[in-house]
């Protein structure tokens, strides 16, 4: 074997074991400052990119403007919205141990979960109440003062007959009728009823007395529904975890109709909550009462019986006077026991309503509202100078790489496919 063939792995005289060749690793230690990479400015090049936009800043600044424009239009021709918002201290049960107060403790500082009491579910139910279709009945039934009209009206009135949407509103809305809702506005103009002559000044009036009682089934007017739908959009409520506090907020284009109405939802509220946690014990009490009334007529008569027969009999010698006068005796206090005992049970009844009668207590009064809470200008011009300036910065990329596609693809030669 020659020599140069050494270094090759060999077999040992077992034929089992071979020798593998050691393999060296060297690890080498390179500055950092050595270290560069080429493409890094090119990856990341402000200076580029803050030029390149310098010059392009005439399209930038032009398609800010527009949209900025824009947004001055927006602004002007929006609905001017007026918020008043009233906070409430519901009654709530106390907790009886000390546990339970150190976990409501907890619950007040860091918002934790606890079981759901009746109070609890009784607050979670008073959004459920103002959106209800007998409490919104109820509520646009009142009249309320409108500065724009400088009168009293009801609020079904106000929305059905002098309420006017916004230049946005009605922009929106016909381009919607127009464009995608086109076949629906097509369907109603076919399906709608032309006004015969002398219809013009002939106005259906609503009877709401027919709404009081939905036991029977009852054809609810559109106008109603619709004034329904949008007084139930305009009022919020919302609880505070924390505190408990219930906020109820109302949002008009009216300032001063605002503040009343929240006056108005809080003693509507107040009162179906007075009603819904008394109507159990208010029961109890009238049929206590009937009861009282009933036992009271009835021990006055055996009152009279005993003692006319007292009168007549002063000094009753016979035994058949003696066992009249003993069973009109027994009646007499079998109907004073049952009087005595209603009495008391009309006393604790009344006391009862009393106290499942919740009290509210208005931490934040409503105040009229001195500027609108909506449109925001500054929210809105911010917004449009934001919108602008990426709308500005993305279409000259946008172009720039348009551009770059469509010359490569003019340039780019079909390729031929052998078929």
Known sequence: MNEGDSNIPEKNKDSKHLQKREIVEEYRLISIDDYAHKDDEKIIDLVGILKDLWLQKRVILGITGVIFLLGIIFYLGSERIYYSEAKLMP????????????????????????????????????????????????????EVYFGDLDRRVT??????????PSLIDRSADFLWSYTIGLPVTIWRAATTRRPEPGDENVVAGIDFSLFSDFNEPKVLDNQIR??????????????????????????????????EIVILVKNLLQEYVIDYRTEKALKNLEFIELQYEDAKLNFQAKQDSLAAFQDRNVNPARQTLLVREQRLQSEYDLAFSLYNTLARRLQEAKIQVQEETPVFRVHEPATIPSRPAQPNAIRIMGGSIFIGLFLGISFIYIRRGLRQFLDEFHRKEPKTYQV
């Open 226 to 259: 619709r004034v329904a739908n949008q007084m139930s959009n305009y009022i919020t409520i919302s609880r505070e975890p924390q505190t408990g506090f219930v906020s109820i907020g109302v949002s008009l284009p009216d300032a001063q109709a605002s503040t």
């Open 155 to 164: 609020i079904f009135e106000y929305f059905t007959e002098h309420y006017e």
């Open 91 to 142: 009654e709530s049960t106390s907790p009886s141990s000390q546990l339970g107060q150190v976990f409501q403790q907890a619950e007040n500082i860091f918002g934790l979960q606890r079981r759901v009491e009746d109070d609890d579910i009784r607050v979670a139910m008073y959004p459920y109440i103002v959106e209800s279709l007998p409490f919104q009945l109820e509520l646009m039934q009142h």
